[in-house]
């Protein structure tokens, strides 16, 4: 692909994002959120074009992921847990519900660290998230602090091919999920690239994805958190070219 060529597709897929990224912020359906999910895919196609583009025109950017640390990580590891590293927090004023949901089919008691905040405006902005389901009702205190770390990364590629969220639990059998992966899987799990219950398209991740469907933030899904701070990072990073 020729470099005007890489410049016009960027140029086009970030003032496309920006628009569904702005109707996701304002309103949710499952439409909406197909169609950003749909919207990123591009972002996955050109993601080797965009690399060398970067590299070509002499310019490096950082992209925003997440590290559990090493305490946390051995504070959580006997139990079920779901991680999500949120670097920048996720404004939104689709927010219709009540604060947070959390299937628990286990019956544990749920410590959960987040960072969460009612805006005047009747928004929400959220951020790292850390729930961990145990019958010990001590790991609150211990799982706050900078458990969640901010890593940057130096290629577009790499950024989307590391994890999102990190996960535990029983009758999940994959632990993590990529951005690349979570952005293809949302659309086909819901049917909006292939008919649901499609068996030729099934992929291991659609048991996550339908899991995290079920929890919810403002009434909102939790996937659409994660495709709404992709979206973010992308707008935020790549304006500037």
């Given at each position: 692909m020729e470099q005007n060529d890489i410049k016009n597709n960027i140029d086009i897929n970030i003032r496309r994002l920006s628009r569904h990224y702005n109707l996701c912020q304002q309103k949710y359906d499952d439409i909406a959120l197909l169609d950003l999910s749909h919207c990123l895919r591009n972002w996955v196609d050109l993601a080797q074009e965009i690399d060398n583009y970067l590299d070509l025109i002499n310019i490096q950017k950082k992209f925003k992921s997440f590290i559990v640390s090493k305490q946390l990580r051995r504070i959580i590891k006997p139990y079920d847990y779901l991680i999500i590293g949120f670097p920048e927090l996720i404004k939104t004023y689709a927010n219709n519900g009540e604060i947070i949901y959390f299937p628990n089919d286990l019956n544990l008691p749920i410590s959960m660290n987040m960072q969460i905040m009612r805006n005047s405006d009747k928004s929400i902005s959220i951020g790292n998230l850390s729930l961990i389901r145990t019958k010990s009702n001590e790991l609150s205190s211990k799982t706050s602090g900078n458990g969640i770390q901010t890593k940057l990364l130096n290629k577009f590629s790499y950024w989307l091919d590391s994890d999102v969220l990190k996960i535990n639990e029983r009758g999940i059998s994959v632990k993590s999920i990529s951005r690349k992966s979570i952005i293809s899987r949302v659309a086909n799990t819901l049917g909006g690239s292939h008919p649901i219950n499609n068996?030729?398209?099934?992929?291991?991740?659609?048991?996550?994805?339908?899991?995290?469907?079920?929890?919810?933030?403002?009434?909102?899904?939790?996937?659409?958190?994660?495709?709404?701070?992709?979206?973010k990072e992308i707008l935020t990073t790549m304006k500037s070219i």
């Open positions: 068996k030729k398209v099934e992929n291991k991740n659609d048991e996550l994805i339908n899991h995290l469907m079920k929890s919810k933030i403002g009434g909102l899904p939790l996937p659409y958190f994660v495709l709404m701070g992709i979206s």
